[in-house]
């Protein structure tokens, strides 16, 4: 039993049960019956009714499932509407996990697909689950696509509102196609480039359209072509948005062209 409950409406339903049997009508009783089913009364507390003849004050609350309390939202001697929270109660046997997916990699879900799961409360363990449901809305601020997962938690290691970390196995891969390291890639807030080695000491920043992520790659729809050669990681620094063409013409420029020659007649 979660609490016990007073309501009048209760009380007088009870006495309408016990008046009905008194009057032995049939129809009567099964009406009041079906009353305080529809109040919440279980078939138990209703047949102790009829077994005693006599209305009880007091009625308990007993939850459908075996669960824990997640939220407790009355203290003893409340006052509490039909409209109002009392508690919230759930069972962890499974759990429910909520993944969220850039929207440049919604195209690869699917629902069943296979997914590892690791949390940093204990290191070194996977769960195993599947996609169980791709939710149809966009999240407009974190331009994400939220997947569920069911995972079994017999053992009630998992607990709600930890995090995790999620890997989908997606058939979609980025071989076969133009790519560049995922690190090559520069994203701006208007743009995406990416470094390009022109050779002798020259790099030329160029715009492109990237495309599909996956594996530490990008795949690269226009800006280049095959076989060229693209900084991974470099120590420059471009100071603004604006200052990228600028930054441009003088990576074009050859290093030794900026160079004034060491004189021993220099002061």
Excluded: C
């Excluded at 309501?7 to 009567?28: G, I, M, R």
């Excluded at 994203?187 to 050779?199: E, I």
């Excluded at 992520?213 to 795949?219: F, L, P």
Aim: aromatic share 6%; net charge neutral; charged share 25%.
């Amino acid at each position: 039993m979660l609490f016990e409950l007073y309501s009048p409406t209760l009380f007088n339903a009870q006495k309408d049960l016990v008046s009905a049997l008194k009057l032995e009508e049939k129809s009567l009783v099964q009406s009041a019956r079906q009353r305080l089913r529809l109040l919440g009364m279980n078939t138990k507390q209703i047949d102790t009714v009829e077994k005693n003849r006599a209305a009880t004050e007091r009625i308990g609350i007993y939850a459908h499932e075996a669960g824990i309390v997640s939220d407790l939202s009355v203290r003893h001697g409340m006052f509490i509407k039909p409209s109002s929270k009392v508690m919230a109660i759930g069972s962890i046997d499974t759990v429910w996990v909520i993944a969220e997916v850039f929207e440049r990699q919604a195209s690869w879900l699917a629902k069943g697909q296979a997914v590892t799961m690791t949390v940093d409360s204990y290191p070194g363990e996977q769960w195993q689950a599947q996609v169980d449901y791709i939710y149809p809305v966009l999240n407009a601020k974190s331009r994400t696509i939220q997947v569920r997962m069911r995972v079994d938690n017999k053992d009630h290691r998992l607990k709600p509102n930890m995090f995790a970390n999620l890997s989908i196995h997606s058939r979609a891969s980025v071989s076969g196609v133009l790519s560049v390291p995922r690190t090559a890639l520069i994203v701006s807030g208007r743009s995406q480039r990416v470094v390009k080695a022109l050779g002798e000491g020259r790099y030329q920043s160029v715009a492109v359209v990237a495309g599909r992520e996956a594996g530490g790659r990008v795949e690269i729809l226009q800006g280049l072509m095959a076989n060229e050669r693209v900084v991974v990681a470099g120590q420059f620094l471009i100071d603004s948005e604006s200052n990228i063409e600028a930054d441009s013409e003088r990576m074009a420029t050859p290093i030794a062209d900026e160079m004034t020659p060491f004189s021993e007649d220099s002061p």
